[in-house]
């Protein structure tokens, strides 16, 4: 289950999606005016400030925080060389154990990053452009917007004082709080405006959202339904992917900056959970969407650790052609010198399924040597018992 309920995430004015206009391509782009962090002013403000302070404490001691010290450093250093160093130390990043490609931004200064989201970048440039387009939010006062125009129209501190409590289901926040397409758009082009001042280049926003777009391509066709490209109620307040994608490359056309994707710095941050934010995906039950995102990870670059990957993933869909593409891959990975011991326990229960359970049995037990102490080792133990 979510650390967090619904109504509270949504207080948070989830989703990731500055009227910035374009400098002349020849001229070195520097960062928009640095808006320094708003102080609540009466007691209304106050209120909502410590409403979330509540979030954010909930969030400190949740069992889905990721607490690397490693990941979290790197994220803030990210955000830091892509909105200024003036500007980032407002902020309080947080990881979260969440599949879902999400990151959200509230008023007090917290940010929360999804795994899932993490998976899904390419290189720490998109990783920039979407702390950018949160810090956007942030930096903008969307949230407070929202907050004192709703004011005059409502009991909003009823609502605000609820914030924690309010039941999960409940979706009148999602009403109250979640930004309008208005400051989608101006968050968007905002971060896009921050990547052309700082070293990463601008493109990667629409670099993104294209793939965004295939990537639920793919699921629609899996699905056989509608991509949710194509407009629907949801996009009433966001923009469609496509529609970002456009508007985002032709900011980035316009400004004709170059900088560095940092391709390698990113995946070696992520590389010790890249596995377990896959695994995470996995259980979804998205396996064409899992099966796309495992090709973007990997690229022309397959390493053994993506060879695991591809072993989860075929072991999980448990189609009768998975399991020998399955063992193909746990074997080509073990062959590549990978230390990961879920290399073993897949192949050893691929074997299992496939009714080779000596063979199974055998795998698993150098799975135990290898991982005496994981959480499984009990069920592993009594299926090796069963085999004989």
Not at 50 to 67: A, G, P, Y
Not at 140 to 153: A, D, M
Not at 251 to 256: D, K, L, Q, R, S
Request: aromatic share 8%; charged share 25%.
């Amino acid at each position: 289950m979510p650390f967090l309920d619904k109504a509270a995430l949504a207080a948070l004015c989830i989703g990731i999606a500055g009227p910035a206009l374009a400098q002349d391509a020849e001229q070195p782009a520097e960062f928009p005016p640095y808006s320094v962090s708003y102080e609540p002013t009466d007691i209304d403000e106050r209120g909502l400030w410590q409403s979330f302070d509540e979030v954010e404490r909930r969030v400190k001691t949740s069992k889905d925080l990721i607490r690397d010290e490693g990941l979290n450093s790197y994220l803030k250093q990210v955000l830091c060389d892509s909105v200024g160093s003036d500007r980032c130390d407002a902020v309080r990043i947080y990881i979260v154990r969440d599949s879902s490609f999400n990151a959200s931004m509230a008023p007090n200064g917290m940010m929360i990053v999804n795994s899932g989201l993490l998976l899904r970048m390419r290189n720490e440039a998109e990783l920039a452009s979407v702390l950018g387009h949160e810090f956007a939010h942030f930096e903008q006062r969307h949230s407070l917007r929202i907050f004192q125009k709703l004011r005059g129209s409502t009991d909003i501190m009823a609502v605000v004082s609820g914030v924690v409590g309010v039941p999960i289901g409940s979706l009148f926040l999602l009403d109250v709080f979640s930004f309008n397409r208005d400051m989608e758009v101006e968050a968007d082009l905002l971060s896009a405006e921050y990547l052309a001042a700082s070293a990463y280049p601008s493109q990667a926003s629409a670099d993104l959202w294209v793939r965004m777009i295939d990537e639920d391509e793919v699921r629609a066709v899996e699905r056989k339904r509608r991509s949710r490209n194509r407009r629907g109620a949801w996009f009433d307040s966001h923009p469609a992917p496509k529609e970002r994608s456009v508007y985002l490359a032709e900011a980035a056309a316009e400004y004709a900056d170059v900088g560095d994707f940092r391709v390698g710095p990113y995946a070696s941050a992520l590389d010790t959970h890249l596995l377990t934010f896959y695994e995470d995906q996995l259980q979804r039950n998205d396996f064409a969407a899992s099966e796309f995102i495992l090709d973007e990870v990997a690229g022309d670059n397959w390493r053994a650790i993506h060879y695991v990957m591809e072993g989860e993933l075929h072991r999980k869909r448990g189609e009768p052609s998975d399991l020998v593409t399955a063992e193909d891959a746990y074997r080509e990975a073990i062959f590549r010198g990978t230390e990961l011991p879920a290399a073993w326990r897949g192949l050893g229960l691929t074997l299992m399924r496939a009714r080779r359970k000596q063979e199974g049995a055998d795998v698993l037990a150098t799975y135990l040597e290898k991982a005496p102490d994981a959480p499984d080792a009990p069920m592993m133990q009594m299926m090796i018992k069963g085999s004989q």
